[in-house]
């Protein structure tokens, strides 16, 4: 049999007590394994991360700024907002934008705004922030008016607020301004900007529930030929009312209110008779035109109406009337309105006011012409709904 080493090995483990054993080597050789395994999977995992992350970002670079840009036809250059797609435009936070503009024919200079500020015809924009750019022209000729704002006439090209925050004003030139009817660009004292800021605009647009309407004039003849209704100006009346509609519509109006004027035709006569509409104000021909383009373009009509206090010799009406002359009045009014009312229905008319403005009496709260008010409208009510489906309005 061979020589027993077991007292030889139990003396080298006595005396190195402190060193580990084949054994406990063999295992913390194999814990060390698993954990470089670990942390190889862990490096590894952290950079297929960081590496999908740094893809990430190359595909979808940080946030960018956007131009939004509006230009007149009356400069030419670039860039140019063609179509309502290419006013707002988006670029990366590290693009600069170069513009350039000049005066088209008739125009004398290229007037560039940049966030509220008159700067120079060309130059870059850095866009590491959102930017708005408004490019026109002013004339060669026409009447001066200096600290003025401009704004393109379409509302639909200007951010609110940020088109009229910082504007200052300069001197511009226009065209005709007491006659023309038509301007790509409008401009106004720049003091009517005041001094605060725009105020925000909470819960616009408008629920679709409330409803939204516009007044238009009522000496509608005054204008048939010249449409300003300025002295020694011409124009067509219904071009112009026709493009009114269209603004008003696309401003969110659902319906305009139309004011017709009317006149007794002898305060003396026995019986009043109160006329369809003074010589000045909507005749019934063109108050159809008017219901018949408004229904066109998708706009109601409601009607008002106003008396003057004269008839038609100029003779004033009594504004503190007796009973007797208050009732007189009223019986002929009735009449009046019915007819007014049997027009409407036929014109489809959405509203219909049933009292009348301009003209009225001080003496309203006298408990006898109070009654007899409250007495007549009513009756005037009953027989109006009779002749009429819209709705009655009353202000009295």
Request: glycine share 6%; net charge neutral.
């Amino acid at each position: 049999m061979g020589a027993d080493h077991r007292p030889a090995l139990a003396a080298w483990r006595d005396g190195n007590a402190n060193e580990p054993s084949h054994l406990e080597l063999m295992n913390r050789m194999n814990r060390m394994n698993r954990m470089n395994r670990v942390i190889l999977c862990g490096l590894r995992l952290c950079g297929y991360f960081c590496a999908a992350f740094i893809c990430q970002l190359m595909s979808h670079p940080a946030a960018a700024g956007t131009l939004t840009l509006v230009t007149s036809s009356s400069v030419a250059g670039s860039p140019l907002a063609q179509t309502a797609a290419t006013r707002t435009q988006s670029f990366k936070i590290t693009d600069t934008v170069s513009y350039s503009y000049k005066p088209t024919q008739g125009f004398s200079a290229a007037v560039v705004v940049l966030d509220g500020e008159v700067v120079a015809n060309s130059g870059e924009i850095a866009m590491n922030a959102d930017h708005y750019l408004f490019a026109y022209g002013n004339p060669e000729a026409g009447t001066a008016f200096d600290n003025m704002v401009t704004v393109p006439a379409d509302l639909t090209q200007i951010t609110y607020p940020q088109f009229f925050s910082g504007r200052s004003g300069s001197t511009i030139k226009v065209n005709n301004p007491y006659c023309a009817l038509t301007a790509e660009t409008v401009s106004f004292p720049a003091s009517y900007l005041g001094s605060f800021p725009m105020p925000d605009v909470k819960g616009a647009p408008l629920a679709a529930n409330i409803k939204r309407g516009a007044a238009l004039k009522d000496y509608w003849n005054y204008g048939i030929n010249n449409a300003s209704t300025n002295s020694n100006c011409t124009g067509d009346l219904h071009t112009a009312f026709i493009a009114s509609l269209v603004r008003l519509k696309n401003l969110g109006v659902d319906h305009i209110n139309i004011y017709r004027d009317s006149q007794l035709e002898d305060v003396d006569a026995a019986e009043f008779k109160i006329l369809p509409t003074a010589s000045w104000s909507i005749s019934a021909e063109e108050y159809k035109w008017i219901n018949d383009q408004a229904r066109a373009i998708g706009l109601k009509v409601h009607e008002y109406r106003q008396l003057v206090d004269g008839d038609l010799k100029n003779k004033p009406l009594s504004t503190s009337p007796t009973v007797a002359w208050a009732t007189k009045f009223l019986d002929g009014y009735t009449k009046f309105i019915v007819d007014r009312a049997k027009e409407a229905e036929s014109n489809g008319v959405e509203a219909f006011l049933l009292d009348w403005g301009v003209y009225w009496w001080s003496n309203t709260k006298d408990p006898e012409i109070k009654a007899l008010l409250a007495q007549k409208m009513a009756t005037a009510a009953h027989k109006v709904r009779e002749v009429y489906s819209g709705k009655i309005m009353y202000g009295l």
